[in-house]
């Protein structure tokens, strides 16, 4: 019977941007909702088995018990047993054990930052992320019903990876060893502490590296998309130096702010092709958005872009080969 897993982020959304920003709010009774909606649409497609992360707001057992109460459940609803810290360490345990249990598909409901978390873990399960942070780069906007429609047929075709795309990532090395990856961006600042983690003072940044830009793309990713577009599909990433002298540009780094920036340097970087950077100073490496890395004076980080990211559900391609399939179709 075909299974999927869901991992909701109650604390997606509410970061430090949030005051230096207009950026949408999405709740966390917002956030059931839109579970709710996944869970009929999926068991509406033969879904018989949803797996949920445990968190703080208990969105899994509010789903399960809502649904039950309005008598429209029909599947079976898990909600993962284990320690949970209320950290991002919860995304990446519940995507691990939901890989380890085989669901056919995971559906993230978060920022950059959860399904970066939650890419760590999946290999081969098909990713589906809905955007409800901050940086939504990677998620989109996504209607529950899509997302349940879309996670339902992929876990039941033979092959789950026609309707994927395989992400790029950024991995990031320090002094030779490898230290964490990125699924949009890396940015270097100047900051020396992790402080509350996001990262959004302009100002205090010095190189970006990506895996694609766009200037739609709202977040730090769009100060090389206003200068150079680089899609998902494209077989290289970019780069930029920040300062001055260097071309004057404005660019969406948060929702509602278009901030004047100076791009010094900019180039291509090939898949495997290492970008160095060599620390003068304490430093910061903030990954899809968030503060992560701390380099030291002398340290030397390299960012290398490959395609070996998560498999990344195309929610149109995946119903449009549901239909195909029949899936929709009733005796």
């Given at each position: ?7 909701a982020n ?6 430090i ?8 709010t ?21 879904v018989?088995?949803?797996v949920f992360?445990p968190?703080?707001?208990?969105i ?15 599947s ?9 810290d ?8 519940a ?6 249990m ?10 950059d ?44 075709m033979e ?12 991995e ?32 205090r ?10 200037p ?50 900019a ?26 890395v ?38």
């Open positions: 019977m075909a299974r999927i897993g869901i991992i109650p604390a997606s959304g509410k970061d941007r949030r005051l230096v920003s207009y950026a949408t999405i709740d966390n009774s917002e956030k059931v909702n839109i579970c709710k909606r996944a869970v009929l649409a999926a068991e509406a497609l033969g018989r088995d949803v992360m968190d703080t707001f208990t899994g057992y509010s789903v399960q018990y809502q649904l039950e109460d309005d008598k429209v459940l029909n079976n609803i898990e909600v993962l047993d284990f320690l949970m209320g950290s991002v360490k919860d995304t990446e345990y995507a691990g054990l939901m890989e380890d085989g669901v056919g598909c995971v559906i993230v409901l978060g920022g930052g959860t399904s970066r978390a939650a890419a760590k873990k999946l290999k081969k399960t098909p990713l589906l992320s809905i955007s409800t942070g901050t940086n939504n780069v990677y998620p989109t906007m996504m209607e529950g019903t899509v997302a349940g429609m879309a996670a339902a047929a992929v876990s039941r092959d789950p990876y026609s309707v994927c795309i395989r992400d790029k990532r950024i990031i090395y320090v002094n030779g060893e490898y230290r964490d990856m990125a699924l949009i961006d890396a940015v270097i600042s100047d900051d020396t502490y992790v402080g509350a983690k996001a990262i959004w003072d302009p100002k940044m010095k190189e970006i590296i990506v895996s694609r830009c766009h739609a793309a709202i977040g730090f990713s769009s100060v090389p998309g206003v200068q150079r577009i680089v899609l998902d599909s494209d077989d290289f990433g970019y780069a930029v130096s920040l300062g001055s002298p260097g071309q004057k540009v404005v660019a969406p780094i948060a929702a509602g702010v278009l901030s004047p920036m100076e791009i010094s340097d180039r291509q970087l090939e898949f495997g092709e290492p970008w160095e950077y060599h620390a003068q100073q304490p430093a910061m490496i903030a990954l899809d958005g968030e503060r992560e701390k380099l030291f004076a002398g340290d030397t980080a390299q960012f290398v872009i490959q395609r070996n990211g998560p498999w990344r559900v195309l929610p149109r391609e995946a119903l449009a080969k549901a239909a195909s399939l029949g899936m929709y179709k009733r005796p």
